[in-house]
Nanobody, 133 residues
Framework: QLRLVESGGGLVQPGGSLRLSCFAS????????IGWFRQVPGKEREAVSC????????KLADSVKGRFTISRNNGERMVYLQMNSLKPEDTGLYFC??????????????????????????WGQGTQVTVSS
């Protein structure tokens, strides 16, 4: 069964680090683009990072470049979001999302980080990240 399960959120002080994990059960990560999104109440869901499945190419939003890193482990079906130098504005509910099967560069991440979240078919339940002193 295709399912995404996030973990690793929590409360951290500004400047701290967290690593979010996304277990992509039954997914072949070479055939699905994976994205990380965050949402704050009253605001639109924001794309933070994604990885193009077919070529393992990462993309990061300008607001997190130099601080966040996305990576994956195909064998374990895991996608990670390493978050360093966290800021209060990084607070939000973080979701892992997967595209439908995307061969080559046909997926939403290959099209750009600005692709609509509607282009991702599968979603996890989210994990809360709170950055506060």
């Amino acid at each position: 069964q295709l399912r995404l399960v996030e973990s690793g959120g929590g409360l951290v002080q500004p400047g701290g680090s967290l690593r979010l994990s996304c277990f992509a059960s039954a997914f072949n990560l070479d055939h699905h683009d994976i994205g990380w999104f965050r949402q704050v109440p009253g605001k639109e869901r924001e794309a933070v990072s994604c990885i193009v499945g077919s070529i393992n190419r990462p993309k990061l939003a300008d607001s997190v470049k130099g601080r966040f890193t996305i990576s994956r482990n195909n064998g374990e079906r895991m996608v990670y979001l390493q978050m360093n130098s966290l800021k209060p504005e990084d607070t939000g509910l973080y979701f892992c999302a997967a595209s439908d099967r995307a061969d080559g560069l046909s997926g939403p991440c290959a099209s750009g980080l600005g692709s609509s979240s509607d282009a991702y078919k599968y979603w996890g339940q989210g994990t809360q990240v709170t950055v506060s002193s």
